[in-house]
């Protein structure tokens, strides 16, 4: 048995969040949203797994005109991620059920414009089509001014961007959002969301660890997070992101369902001591910003080729796209996105070159060994 959430109950169309709702488990499609024919494959692989939401991705014209295909052949409610392109929601917001802002992407359009009253006519969209918004805080995208407000503290500076925001639409007199404060690593995520709870009790919230990686690790992760954050009572939706196929992309929901039912029924798993010590190797769980599916493939050649540096404290990020790619390997030792042709190799924020597919891991291979070899 769960304790009981405190959160406020909040409409997706059909679906509640929040409150006592059940916990509603959902996941993305990683399909490029333009290509209808395998978008609605991928819908009715997760509709088939048992989605109770379904999130794609829109970032131009063709992909809202594939969307309007999309919500008309599915009964599922779905969520729009709003990528690069926040004025796409007026024309998304009439075939959706609810739509997902990044604030830190928010941020770098229409830069003379507040950030309030960007906000404020979200959530005008939002309000006339009867939608619901999604506060969607990455770690890895945060807008600048909330590190410069908290150098010390990166935990203070999403959980305070989450909180503005939460301002901004209550502002606006909207209510019907919830907050998701995401990172890869599940110690982060557990204590963002434990602390903007304590302030926000009242704010449904949609629980995930990003760039989890593959299964096994994916799902460890992402079990320690959601073990120690329901537990508590956090907790209105989930999303288990896994690098894997885009075939099994309902590995996603089954996961989710599993894990939910363990952690009501008790099922606790615990991590010995030493456990996030040693690689980690994350990867982003792919989306329809993917240019070339051998994404998944090198993630998982990358996981296999780096066995032998098990006990070595280092990170590899493993991104599938040039747009978030380049930030969201900043932090790691070393980092690969993927382009169309060619993947790109950082040692750090240091740019190691570009290579085809085929070429990269030898040279990912002997920049471990040289990192290695430099630490010893
Ligand atoms: S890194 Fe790119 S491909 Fe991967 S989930 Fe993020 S936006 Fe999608």
Redesign the pocket.
């Known amino acids: 048995m769960l304790p009981p959430r405190r959160t406020r109950r909040i409409q997706v169309g059909p679906l509640e969040l929040g409150g006592g709702a059940p916990i509603a488990v959902q996941s993305m499609a990683a399909t490029r949203t333009r290509d209808l024919e395998a978008t609605l494959h991928q819908v009715r692989l997760l509709e088939d797994a048992g989605a109770d939401l379904i999130r794609i991705?829109v970032d131009s014209s063709q992909d809202v005109e594939a969307l309007t295909h999309i919500a008309d052949a599915t009964s599922t409610p779905l969520v729009v991620d709003l990528?690069e392109s926040y004025r796409l929601a007026e024309r998304i917001a009439p075939h959706v059920q609810k739509i997902r802002y990044n604030p830190g992407h928010l941020h770098h359009h229409e830069k003379d414009k507040p950030t309030a009253e960007k906000v404020a006519w979200l959530a005008d969209v939002a309000r006339g089509e009867n939608c619901a918004l999604r506060i969607g805080v990455n770690a890895g995208s945060i807008a600048p001014e909330y590190e410069a407000r908290h150098p010390e503290d990166s935990i203070e500076a999403i959980v305070s961007c989450a909180r503005d925001h939460c301002h901004m639409l209550d502002a606006a007199g909207f209510s019907n959002y919830v907050v998701s404060i995401k990172d890869s690593d599940p110690r982060l995520v557990i204590e963002a969301n434990t602390r903007f709870a304590e302030s926000r009790p009242d704010v449904p919230l949609h629980l995930g660890v990003t760039?989890a990686g593959m299964p096994p690790d994916g799902i460890i992760k992402t079990r320690i997070a959601f073990e120690q954050l329901l537990a508590r009572g956090l907790g209105d939706t989930l999303r288990v992101s896994l690098t894997v196929p885009f075939e099994e992309k309902g590995q996603e929901i089954t996961v989710g369902r599993e894990l939910l039912a363990d952690i009501e029924a008790g099922r606790f798993r615990s991590v010995p001591v030493g456990f996030f010590d040693g690689l980690n190797i994350i990867a982003?769980?792919?989306?329809?910003?993917?240019e070339n599916e051998r994404?998944i493939e090198l993630a998982q050649e990358v996981k296999r080729a780096t066995a032998h540096a098990a006990e070595h404290q280092l990170t590899i990020a493993v991104?599938?796209?040039r747009?978030?790619?380049p930030g969201?390997t900043d932090d790691a030792d070393l980092g690969l996105?993927c382009g169309p042709r060619t993947v790109n190799l950082k040692r750090g924020k240091e740019s190691v070159g570009s290579f085809t597919y085929d070429a990269v891991l030898d040279v990912l291979l002997r920049e471990l060994d040289q990192l290695i070899q430099s630490r010893a």
Do not use: I, K, T
Request: net charge negative; charged share 15%; with cysteine.
């Open positions: 991705a990528q760039e982003c769980p792919s989306c329809s910003r993917v994404f991104m599938g796209c747009v978030n790619g969201e996105w």
